[in-house]
Nanobody, 123 residues
Framework: QVQLVESGGGLVQPGGSLRLSCAASRSIFSSNAMAWYRQAPGKQRKLVAT???????VYADFVKGRFTISRDNAKNTVSLQMNSLKPEDAAVYYC?????????????????WGQGTQVTVSS
């Protein structure tokens, strides 16, 4: 059963912007921290940003100042606003629900991952 669905990926020129969204089931969204990961071809999946149920955010160094994660608790969605995109930001972006303990994000497995959305940054 698919419970996380990403959207908003596409092709953008370097320096451009994209906004990704992830719609989650209410049961997942209301009780979990949420995160965005990305995976480029041939590389490991990397954590991009996290947000707690209370709205506290943490970003990977490689996106700080350019990306913004947010959540809409009324719509059960988490978004990732990506500005000043670089070619190295190109990847499949995944939404995840998980937990944060002592400042570390722990992704839940299985149905707590979305199917991913492709982001291509190219001129």
């Amino acid at each position: 059963q698919v419970q996380l669905v990403e959207s908003g990926g596409g092709l953008v020129q370097p320096g451009g912007s994209l906004r990704l969204s992830c719609a989650a089931s209410r049961s997942i969204f209301s009780s979990n921290a949420m995160a965005w990961y990305r995976q480029a071809p041939g590389k490991q999946r990397k954590l991009v940003a996290t947000i707690t149920t209370g709205g506290r955010t943490v970003y990977a160094d490689f996106v700080k100042g350019r990306f913004t994660i947010s959540r809409d608790n009324a719509k059960n969605t988490v978004s990732l606003q990506m500005n000043s995109l670089k070619p190295e930001d190109a990847a499949v972006y995944y939404c995840n629900a998980g937990a944060i303990y002592s400042g570390t994000y722990y992704p839940r497995v299985g149905d707590y991952w979305g199917q991913g959305t492709q982001v291509t940054v190219s001129s």
